[in-house]
Protein backbone atom coordinates (compact mmCIF):
# COMPACT_ATOMS: atom_id res chain seq x y z
CA UNK A 1 0.00 0.00 0.00
CA UNK A 2 0.63 3.24 -0.76
CA UNK A 3 -1.69 5.18 1.25
CA UNK A 4 1.02 7.59 3.55
CA UNK A 5 1.49 9.68 0.17
CA UNK A 6 -0.88 12.23 -1.14
CA UNK A 7 -0.33 11.35 -4.55
CA UNK A 8 -2.44 8.09 -3.28
CA UNK A 9 -5.35 10.56 -4.40
CA UNK A 10 -6.07 10.37 -8.37
CA UNK A 11 -3.26 12.71 -9.99
CA UNK A 12 -6.25 14.03 -11.73
CA UNK A 13 -7.71 15.38 -8.46
CA UNK A 14 -4.28 16.70 -7.16
CA UNK A 15 -2.76 19.82 -8.38
CA UNK A 16 -1.24 21.37 -5.94
CA UNK A 17 2.98 22.36 -5.54
CA UNK A 18 3.72 20.78 -2.53
CA UNK A 19 6.71 19.24 -1.85
CA UNK A 20 6.69 15.94 -3.54
CA UNK A 21 4.11 16.53 -6.20
CA UNK A 22 2.35 16.57 -9.38
CA UNK A 23 0.26 18.85 -11.55
CA UNK A 24 -1.91 18.35 -13.79
CA UNK A 25 -3.77 18.79 -17.32
CA UNK A 26 -6.99 17.58 -16.09
CA UNK A 27 -8.34 19.34 -19.85
CA UNK A 28 -7.69 16.22 -22.12
CA UNK A 29 -6.30 13.48 -19.88
CA UNK A 30 -9.85 12.25 -18.80
CA UNK A 31 -10.68 11.61 -22.39
CA UNK A 32 -7.59 9.68 -23.35
CA UNK A 33 -7.95 7.75 -20.32
CA UNK A 34 -11.45 6.49 -21.17
CA UNK A 35 -9.90 6.00 -24.80
CA UNK A 36 -7.00 3.89 -23.34
CA UNK A 37 -9.34 2.13 -21.03
CA UNK A 38 -11.95 0.90 -24.01
CA UNK A 39 -9.28 0.21 -26.41
CA UNK A 40 -7.61 -1.95 -23.39
CA UNK A 41 -3.77 -3.90 -22.26
CA UNK A 42 -3.56 -5.09 -25.37
CA UNK A 43 -3.38 -2.27 -27.54
CA UNK A 44 -0.88 -0.25 -25.01
CA UNK A 45 2.95 0.11 -23.87
CA UNK A 46 4.81 2.31 -21.83
CA UNK A 47 7.88 3.75 -23.17
CA UNK A 48 10.44 5.32 -20.91
CA UNK A 49 13.33 6.71 -20.22
CA UNK A 50 16.03 5.53 -17.91
CA UNK A 51 18.25 7.94 -16.01
CA UNK A 52 16.58 10.45 -13.76
CA UNK A 53 12.89 9.10 -15.17
CA UNK A 54 13.03 5.53 -13.60
CA UNK A 55 15.81 6.64 -11.12
CA UNK A 56 15.92 8.93 -8.69
CA UNK A 57 17.96 12.56 -9.79
CA UNK A 58 18.81 13.01 -6.27
CA UNK A 59 20.33 10.55 -4.23
CA UNK A 60 21.22 11.14 -0.30
CA UNK A 61 20.99 15.23 -1.33
CA UNK A 62 24.20 14.29 -4.10
CA UNK A 63 23.38 13.93 -7.90
CA UNK A 64 22.25 10.32 -8.40
CA UNK A 65 24.69 8.27 -11.48
CA UNK A 66 23.87 7.80 -14.76
CA UNK A 67 24.72 3.87 -16.17
CA UNK A 68 27.99 5.54 -17.74
CA UNK A 69 28.34 7.56 -14.39
CA UNK A 70 28.73 4.98 -12.07
CA UNK A 71 30.85 2.39 -14.37
CA UNK A 72 34.65 1.89 -13.16
CA UNK A 73 37.12 -0.23 -15.10
CA UNK A 74 38.79 -1.02 -12.42
CA UNK A 75 41.78 0.74 -14.24
CA UNK A 76 42.54 3.89 -13.42
CA UNK A 77 44.30 4.92 -16.65
CA UNK A 78 41.36 4.54 -18.93
CA UNK A 79 38.72 5.80 -16.00
CA UNK A 80 40.38 8.86 -15.92
CA UNK A 81 40.66 9.19 -19.63
CA UNK A 82 36.83 8.98 -19.61
CA UNK A 83 36.43 11.22 -17.36
CA UNK A 84 38.18 13.58 -19.33
CA UNK A 85 35.94 12.89 -22.33
CA UNK A 86 32.94 13.73 -19.84
CA UNK A 87 35.12 17.46 -19.01
CA UNK A 88 35.20 18.31 -22.48
CA UNK A 89 32.11 16.47 -24.24
CA UNK A 90 29.04 17.42 -21.45
CA UNK A 91 29.51 20.93 -21.38
CA UNK A 92 29.26 20.62 -25.64
CA UNK A 93 26.35 18.25 -25.00
CA UNK A 94 24.56 20.89 -22.82
CA UNK A 95 25.44 23.97 -24.64
CA UNK A 96 22.65 25.91 -26.06
CA UNK A 97 24.58 27.59 -29.09
CA UNK A 98 25.89 24.65 -31.13
CA UNK A 99 23.69 23.62 -34.13
CA UNK A 100 22.17 20.32 -33.55
CA UNK A 101 24.04 18.59 -36.35
CA UNK A 102 27.29 19.86 -35.09
CA UNK A 103 26.27 19.05 -32.22
CA UNK A 104 25.23 15.53 -33.43
CA UNK A 105 28.83 14.93 -34.94
CA UNK A 106 29.99 15.62 -31.23
CA UNK A 107 28.13 13.61 -29.57
CA UNK A 108 29.10 10.42 -32.52
CA UNK A 109 32.62 11.44 -31.26
CA UNK A 110 31.98 11.72 -27.47
CA UNK A 111 29.83 8.01 -27.53
CA UNK A 112 32.66 6.28 -29.94
CA UNK A 113 35.96 6.92 -27.97
CA UNK A 114 34.14 6.23 -24.75
CA UNK A 115 33.33 2.64 -26.12
CA UNK A 116 36.35 2.54 -27.70
CA UNK A 117 38.21 3.22 -24.22
CA UNK A 118 36.17 0.97 -22.50
CA UNK A 119 37.10 -2.26 -25.13
CA UNK A 120 40.71 -1.25 -25.03
CA UNK A 121 40.75 -1.22 -21.29
CA UNK A 122 39.50 -4.56 -21.49
CA UNK A 123 36.00 -4.30 -19.51
CA UNK A 124 34.75 -7.03 -17.70
CA UNK A 125 31.45 -8.13 -16.80
CA UNK A 126 32.95 -8.43 -12.89
CA UNK A 127 34.19 -5.10 -13.15
CA UNK A 128 30.16 -3.79 -14.60
CA UNK A 129 28.70 -5.76 -11.07
CA UNK A 130 30.80 -4.71 -8.91
CA UNK A 131 30.91 -1.00 -10.14
CA UNK A 132 27.24 -0.96 -9.81
CA UNK A 133 26.92 -2.54 -6.28
CA UNK A 134 29.67 0.84 -5.04
CA UNK A 135 27.33 2.48 -7.44
CA UNK A 136 25.05 6.08 -5.79
CA UNK A 137 22.04 4.97 -8.55
CA UNK A 138 18.22 4.33 -7.38
CA UNK A 139 15.08 3.79 -8.49
CA UNK A 140 12.24 6.08 -7.79
CA UNK A 141 9.95 4.84 -5.02
CA UNK A 142 7.19 2.42 -6.78
CA UNK A 143 8.90 1.39 -9.94
CA UNK A 144 8.84 -2.05 -8.82
CA UNK A 145 5.02 -1.77 -8.23
CA UNK A 146 4.76 -0.59 -11.54
CA UNK A 147 6.68 -2.83 -13.17
CA UNK A 148 4.63 -5.82 -11.05
CA UNK A 149 1.56 -4.52 -12.43
CA UNK A 150 2.32 -3.66 -15.98
CA UNK A 151 3.65 -7.43 -15.99
CA UNK A 152 0.45 -8.88 -14.66
CA UNK A 153 -1.80 -7.15 -17.40
CA UNK A 154 1.26 -8.47 -19.90
CA UNK A 155 1.86 -4.84 -21.02
CA UNK A 156 4.92 -4.21 -21.98
CA UNK A 157 7.85 -1.31 -21.08
CA UNK A 158 10.37 -0.20 -23.04
CA UNK A 159 13.27 1.56 -21.54
CA UNK A 160 15.20 3.50 -23.88
CA UNK A 161 18.85 4.86 -22.77
CA UNK A 162 21.79 6.50 -24.49
CA UNK A 163 23.71 4.82 -21.71
CA UNK A 164 24.80 1.12 -21.72
CA UNK A 165 22.34 -1.44 -21.99
CA UNK A 166 24.05 -4.48 -19.89
CA UNK A 167 24.93 -1.88 -17.06
CA UNK A 168 21.24 -0.69 -16.71
CA UNK A 169 20.03 -4.50 -16.40
CA UNK A 170 22.50 -4.69 -13.91
CA UNK A 171 21.15 -2.16 -12.18
CA UNK A 172 17.49 -3.74 -12.63
CA UNK A 173 18.94 -6.88 -11.08
CA UNK A 174 20.78 -5.72 -7.69
CA UNK A 175 18.15 -3.28 -7.18
CA UNK A 176 14.59 -4.42 -7.94
CA UNK A 177 16.26 -7.81 -7.14
CA UNK A 178 14.07 -9.59 -10.11
CA UNK A 179 13.64 -9.44 -13.41
CA UNK A 180 10.84 -8.93 -15.71
CA UNK A 181 9.76 -10.25 -18.88
CA UNK A 182 7.90 -7.32 -19.86
CA UNK A 183 10.59 -5.00 -19.39
CA UNK A 184 12.95 -4.50 -22.47
CA UNK A 185 16.26 -2.27 -22.48
CA UNK A 186 17.05 -0.11 -25.98
CA UNK A 187 20.19 1.23 -25.27
CA UNK A 188 24.07 0.31 -26.23
CA UNK A 189 24.64 -3.50 -25.97
CA UNK A 190 28.35 -4.45 -25.46
CA UNK A 191 29.38 -8.35 -26.97
CA UNK A 192 31.74 -10.07 -24.47
CA UNK A 193 34.07 -12.87 -25.40
CA UNK A 194 34.36 -16.06 -23.71
CA UNK A 195 36.76 -14.38 -20.91
CA UNK A 196 34.15 -11.91 -20.21
CA UNK A 197 36.13 -9.13 -21.38
CA UNK A 198 34.31 -6.47 -23.67
CA UNK A 199 35.12 -7.02 -27.27
CA UNK A 200 32.82 -4.92 -29.33
CA UNK A 201 29.12 -3.11 -28.98
CA UNK A 202 26.15 -4.47 -30.91
CA UNK A 203 24.11 -2.60 -33.58
CA UNK A 204 23.87 1.26 -34.39
CA UNK A 205 25.40 3.71 -31.62
CA UNK A 206 22.76 5.30 -29.63
CA UNK A 207 24.03 8.65 -28.08
CA UNK A 208 21.81 11.63 -27.01
CA UNK A 209 20.92 13.29 -29.65
CA UNK A 210 19.50 9.86 -31.89
CA UNK A 211 18.06 8.40 -28.93
CA UNK A 212 14.78 9.63 -29.43
CA UNK A 213 14.74 9.73 -33.35
CA UNK A 214 14.70 6.01 -33.96
CA UNK A 215 13.86 5.03 -30.86
CA UNK A 216 11.50 2.59 -31.79
CA UNK A 217 13.13 1.25 -34.97
CA UNK A 218 16.07 0.06 -32.26
CA UNK A 219 13.35 -1.79 -30.15
CA UNK A 220 13.87 -4.77 -31.55
CA UNK A 221 16.90 -5.96 -33.21
CA UNK A 222 16.05 -6.69 -36.17
CA UNK A 223 18.37 -6.61 -39.72
CA UNK A 224 19.36 -3.44 -39.42
CA UNK A 225 21.34 -3.38 -35.85
CA UNK A 226 22.38 -7.04 -35.81
CA UNK A 227 22.25 -8.33 -39.31
CA UNK A 228 20.25 -10.85 -38.52
CA UNK A 229 16.45 -11.34 -37.25
CA UNK A 230 14.94 -14.71 -35.42
CA UNK A 231 11.36 -14.78 -36.18
CA UNK A 232 10.44 -14.45 -32.63
CA UNK A 233 11.75 -10.59 -33.10
CA UNK A 234 10.14 -9.97 -36.46
CA UNK A 235 6.93 -10.70 -34.19
CA UNK A 236 8.03 -8.74 -31.16
CA UNK A 237 8.58 -5.77 -32.89
CA UNK A 238 5.36 -5.76 -35.04
CA UNK A 239 3.25 -6.46 -31.92
CA UNK A 240 4.78 -3.48 -29.81
CA UNK A 241 4.28 -1.23 -33.00
CA UNK A 242 -0.18 -2.50 -32.77
CA UNK A 243 0.12 -1.04 -29.50
CA UNK A 244 -1.11 1.94 -30.63
CA UNK A 245 -2.04 3.71 -27.02
CA UNK A 246 1.03 4.51 -24.99
CA UNK A 247 2.09 5.94 -21.59
CA UNK A 248 5.16 7.94 -22.12
CA UNK A 249 7.71 9.01 -19.33
CA UNK A 250 11.00 10.85 -19.50
CA UNK A 251 13.06 13.94 -17.58
CA UNK A 252 13.30 16.01 -20.88
CA UNK A 253 11.39 17.51 -23.33
CA UNK A 254 13.35 15.68 -26.14
CA UNK A 255 12.10 12.61 -24.27
CA UNK A 256 8.51 13.22 -25.79
CA UNK A 257 10.26 11.96 -28.99
CA UNK A 258 10.76 8.23 -28.00
CA UNK A 259 7.12 7.48 -29.41
CA UNK A 260 8.03 8.99 -32.63
CA UNK A 261 8.71 5.53 -33.97
CA UNK A 262 5.19 4.69 -33.24
CA UNK A 263 2.07 5.89 -35.03
CA UNK A 264 0.41 6.81 -31.73
CA UNK A 265 -3.38 6.96 -31.67
CA UNK A 266 -4.04 8.12 -27.35
CA UNK A 267 -0.50 9.13 -25.94
CA UNK A 268 -0.12 10.34 -22.12
CA UNK A 269 3.01 11.85 -21.22
CA UNK A 270 4.67 12.47 -17.54
CA UNK A 271 7.40 15.02 -17.50
CA UNK A 272 9.46 14.29 -14.30
CA UNK A 273 10.92 18.02 -13.60
CA UNK A 274 14.11 17.97 -11.75
CA UNK A 275 15.90 20.50 -12.49
CA UNK A 276 15.81 24.33 -13.00
CA UNK A 277 12.51 24.20 -12.06
CA UNK A 278 11.33 27.73 -12.04
CA UNK A 279 12.67 28.16 -15.14
CA UNK A 280 11.23 24.86 -16.98
CA UNK A 281 7.98 24.46 -15.36
CA UNK A 282 5.76 26.38 -17.80
CA UNK A 283 7.63 24.29 -21.10
CA UNK A 284 7.24 20.95 -19.46
CA UNK A 285 3.27 21.58 -17.85
CA UNK A 286 2.57 22.99 -21.97
CA UNK A 287 4.55 19.70 -23.34
CA UNK A 288 3.51 16.82 -20.73
CA UNK A 289 0.22 15.87 -19.37
CA UNK A 290 1.74 16.03 -16.05
CA UNK A 291 4.20 16.82 -14.48
CA UNK A 292 5.89 15.11 -11.60
CA UNK A 293 8.37 17.03 -9.34
CA UNK A 294 11.24 17.04 -6.83
CA UNK A 295 12.17 13.10 -7.46
CA UNK A 296 8.65 12.40 -6.89
CA UNK A 297 7.89 8.65 -6.48
CA UNK A 298 6.00 6.21 -9.33
CA UNK A 299 2.92 6.23 -7.50
CA UNK A 300 0.91 8.55 -9.45
CA UNK A 301 2.00 6.71 -12.72
CA UNK A 302 1.05 3.65 -10.81
CA UNK A 303 -2.43 4.97 -9.52
CA UNK A 304 -2.82 6.40 -13.67
CA UNK A 305 -2.10 2.80 -14.94
CA UNK A 306 -4.26 1.23 -12.53
CA UNK A 307 -7.23 3.56 -13.52
CA UNK A 308 -6.57 2.25 -17.22
CA UNK A 309 -7.13 -1.26 -16.57
CA UNK A 310 -8.47 -2.14 -13.08
CA UNK A 311 -8.93 -5.27 -12.07
CA UNK A 312 -12.66 -5.48 -12.77
CA UNK A 313 -12.13 -4.05 -15.67
P1 LIG B 1 20.49 9.27 -21.14
O1 LIG B 1 20.77 8.27 -20.07
O2 LIG B 1 19.60 10.40 -20.68
O3 LIG B 1 19.96 8.63 -22.36
O4 LIG B 1 21.90 10.00 -21.53
C1 LIG B 1 23.14 9.47 -21.27
C2 LIG B 1 24.03 10.44 -20.55
O5 LIG B 1 25.32 9.82 -20.39
C3 LIG B 1 24.32 11.75 -21.27
O6 LIG B 1 23.77 12.83 -20.57
C4 LIG B 1 25.82 11.88 -21.30
C5 LIG B 1 26.31 10.80 -20.36
N1 LIG B 1 27.61 10.20 -20.70
C6 LIG B 1 28.56 10.05 -19.69
O7 LIG B 1 28.32 10.44 -18.55
N2 LIG B 1 29.75 9.46 -19.99
C7 LIG B 1 30.05 9.02 -21.25
O8 LIG B 1 31.14 8.48 -21.47
C8 LIG B 1 29.06 9.17 -22.29
C9 LIG B 1 29.36 8.71 -23.68
C10 LIG B 1 27.85 9.76 -21.96
Redesign the pocket.
Known amino acids: GHENNSLAKSPMEESNLSANTVMDHPRAITDKIALIRDAGPSKFQVIA ?5 LTRYRVNGLRGQ ?4 L ?1 QQGNAYYDAK ?1 QA ?2 DH ?2 PL ?2 SPVIPVDEKTKL ?1 EE ?2 S ?3 E ?1 LIEGGLTYDAIKKSVADSSIAFREGVTELFEFLEKKEIPVLI ?4 LADVIEEVLRQNLHRTFKNVKIV ?1 NRMVFNDDGQLVSFKGKL ?3 LN ?1 NEHALDMAAPLHDRLGVATGEEDEENANMKKRTNVLLMG ?2 LG ?1 LGMSDGLNYETRISIGFLNDNIEKSLESYREAFDLVYLNDAPMWGALELVSQLFSTEA
Not at 49 to 53: G, L, P, R, S, V
Request: aromatic share 16%; proline share 0%.
Open positions: DFDATTSHGLRLYYHEIMWWKTHLFSAGSIHVKDHD
